[in-house]
């Protein structure tokens, strides 16, 4: 099983830009479908993006459909998240995850690696 590991949050203002890094290792990552999810303090953990195992297709949450980008770097072992236009309702805890199936699921419960999530925090 692969494990996971996110890097990039951060603090940033409303209309800014940050770029989260997710790191996988003890496995190749090519194998993989990988997204991020993020939770908000209070709410239910959600969807945001999938990438299936080459790259070549994506899926995204409709909140964050043409302001956040997801791909990867099968050479490096690791996926990003690159988030835009951000807008203090992205604040959350955005946790990588993936799934050694094929399909692009947007639901949690089928992913089986996840790190522990990196905080991200937009001010008004």
């Known amino acids: 099983q692969v494990q996971v590991a996110e890097s990039g949050g951060g603090l940033v203002q409303a209309g800014g830009s940050l770029r989260l890094s997710c790191a996988a290792s003890?496995?190749?990552?090519?194998?993989?479908?990988m997204a991020w999810f993020r939770q908000a303090p209070g709410k239910k953990r959600e969807f945001v993006a999938v990438i299936n195992r080459s790259g070549t297709s994506t899926t995204y949450a409709d909140s964050v459909k043409g302001r956040f980008t997801i791909s990867r770097d099968n050479a490096k072992n690791a996926m990003y998240l690159q988030m835009n236009s951000l807008r203090p309702e992205d604040t959350a805890l955005y946790y990588c995850?993936?799934?050694?199936?094929?399909?692009?699921?947007?639901?949690?419960?089928?992913?089986?690696?996840w790190g522990q999530g990196t905080q991200v925090t937009v001010s008004s």
């Open positions: 003890g496995r190749t990552v090519s194998s993989y479908v």
């Open positions: 995850a993936a799934n050694e199936a094929v399909a692009m699921y947007t639901t949690e419960h089928v992913y089986e690696s």
